[in-house]
């Protein structure tokens, strides 16, 4: 399950982000408003754990903007005020749960396994995109009878294009998701890992090919 953590306080987003890699979730996190919204547009994640009281955007804008968009990820709302209006203002825009600072961790954890069962996740989670699975708790793509390892970078990028099929994903976008804004990966590193996802397709057997867009990027299809 991956969950966006959106949350300027950074020791707090840091602290939040170990206890919930050490429950075996999947997290990545945003300091600000603007970079929540951008990450959450990717439609890439599971869950999001939303503050309300963020720089360049804040948290009631980035939950009314996707719910207008018709995001429908669950998303937890995260503020240090106890004020019945934020409460309000959160669930009237589609917030499914609230919560406010300080919290203690056993809560935060029943909460998220409140709204995973709610959504209907399962332990065995798994993505499929025509004949092909990709089984996220073993990082293994299946097709069929046939199923390949994956490292770590090539599972995230192919559940990346899993999770937006036949949708054009440019390489900086790609290197901004998987590898982080702050890397100093570049386009040769991108090429690289898509020519080992290939090669692993094309064992499986299946039809569905990483295609690549000149001048644009990839995409997933049949």
């Keep these: 399950m991956r969950i966006l953590l959106v949350e300027d306080e950074i020791h707090l987003a840091s602290a939040v982000s170990e206890i919930l890699k050490k429950n075996g979730y999947q997290v990545d996190v945003a300091n600000d ?9 990717s439609n890439a994640f ?114 990346f294009f899993m999770k937006n099929p036949e949708q054009i994903i440019t390489k900086e976008r790609m290197i901004e998701k998987i590898w982080g804004d702050d890397s100093d990966a570049e386009y040769n590193n991108v090429e690289v890992y898509i020519s080992f996802l290939r090669k692993k397709l094309a064992f499986l057997g299946t039809k569905v090919e990483i295609k690549t867009s000149r001048g644009s990027g990839y995409l997933l299809e049949k």
């Design 46 to 159: 599971d869950l999001i754990i939303l503050d309300i009281m963020l720089p360049k955007m804040s948290g009631i804008d980035i939950l009314r903007k996707l719910r207008s968009e018709k995001f429908s990820v669950p998303i937890l709302m995260l503020t240090a005020k106890d004020e019945v209006e934020d409460k309000v203002a959160g669930l009237d825009y589609g917030a499914d749960d609230y919560m406010t600072k300080p919290f203690a961790t056993p809560e935060l954890l029943a909460r998220i396994r409140a709204l995973s069962r709610r959504k209907g996740e399962v332990l065995d989670e798994e993505l499929s995109y025509q004949d092909i699975i990709l089984k996220l708790k073993r990082n293994e793509l299946v097709c069929g009878e046939n199923k390949v390892k994956l490292s770590l970078k090539e599972f995230k990028i192919i559940e």
């Design 33 to 41: 408003g603007y970079d929540g919204y951008e990450y959450a547009k």
